[in-house]
């Protein structure tokens, strides 16, 4: 049995497998997730940059370069791992994130999902893992021990 929505319902699967209704559509959804948490995240990095740009009087204007990959760990890590198991961009695609098993993802799973994701961009066919994996993961997703479901709500 598998609980892909969280709330109770268990559906019937092979051990270890996710239903087939929980993946449908996954790839085309994620990667539209992927394009509404990257300007989101651009956003929030534009946004605290310039915050801290002015705070400091310009001061701090080399240090700020690495804002991005700081604000995508955390907001990958505190949305995936709060209680709604998602991103914006995810919620907005009908996505949830769970452990491999079923249960909800821990923030150090959740940020290091994202983490070797944005790493996966620097070696784009590990991104192909997809297409050979049963259950549409890729490999930052094997790697973090998360699957991307459909929502069963």
């Known amino acids: 049995m598998y609980d892909a ?18 993946l449908a559509g996954v790839r085309t959804r994620r990667i539209l997730a992927v394009c509404l948490d990257f300007v989101a995240v651009a956003l929030l990095s534009a946004a605290l940059w310039f915050a801290l740009l002015v705070l400091s009087f310009g001061l701090s204007a080399l240090l700020l370069p690495p804002l991005f990959p700081l604000v995508a760990f955390f907001y990958n890590g505190l949305t995936v791992s709060g209680w709604r198991r998602a991103t ?30 944005y790493v996966s961009w620097l070696f784009p066919p590990l991104l192909l893992a997809t297409f050979i994996t049963p259950d549409k993961r890729c490999l930052h997703d094997i790697l973090a021990d998360v699957i991307v479901l459909r929502r069963a709500d």
């Open 5 to 22: 929505s969280g709330d109770g319902r268990l559906y019937p699967v092979s051990p270890g497998q996710p239903p087939r209704e929980a």
């Open 88 to 117: 914006p961009g995810m919620r907005a695609m009908d996505l949830e994130v769970r452990l491999s098993d079923g249960a909800p993802a821990p923030f150090l799973n959740a940020a290091v999902h994202g983490v070797l994701f």
